[in-house]
Nanobody, 124 residues
Framework: QVQLVEYGGGSVQAGGSLRLSCVAS????????MGWFRQAPGKEREAVAIDTPGIRQYVDSVKGRFTISKDNAGNTLYLQMNSLKPEDTAVYYC???????????????????WGQGTQVTVSS
């Protein structure tokens, strides 16, 4: 049974930091890339960052502030979020896509496994 479980959401003031974790189980980690998405109220889900072998990519709005990483076992994904802004407020999801689809990393339809999401709230 495939599971992706996110941890680490919460409330923080603007300028603060949070670290999200996503623990995956039930599939062959090396055959998938993993990424972070977010969805704010009334908005579409958007890609935030992706970790693939040899490259990490970020949406422009978080570059220089967020860092995606993965543990050596390949089953835990992290998102270090610094200098948080109120516009970062959203439900954050981790997701996994089959490796051959990772080139289209920002396309939510490429991801086959999703976590349940964790709320991040940034107050001004």
């Amino acid at each position: 049974q495939v599971q992706l479980v996110e941890y680490g959401g919460g409330s923080v003031q603007a300028g603060g930091s949070l670290r999200l974790s996503c623990v995956a189980s039930g599939y062959t980690y090396s055959a998938y890339c993993m990424g972070w998405f977010r969805q704010a109220p009334g908005k579409e889900r958007e890609a935030v960052a992706i970790d693939t072998p040899g490259i990490r990519q970020y949406v422009d709005s978080v570059k220089g502030r967020f860092t995606i990483s993965k543990d050596n076992a390949g089953n835990t994904l992290y998102l270090q979020m610094n200098s948080l802004k109120p516009e970062d407020t959203a439900v954050y999801y981790c997701a996994a896509a089959r490796m051959w689809n990772c080139g289209s990393w920002s396309n939510t339809r490429m991801y086959v496994y999703w976590g349940q999401g964790t709320q991040v709230t940034v107050s001004s």
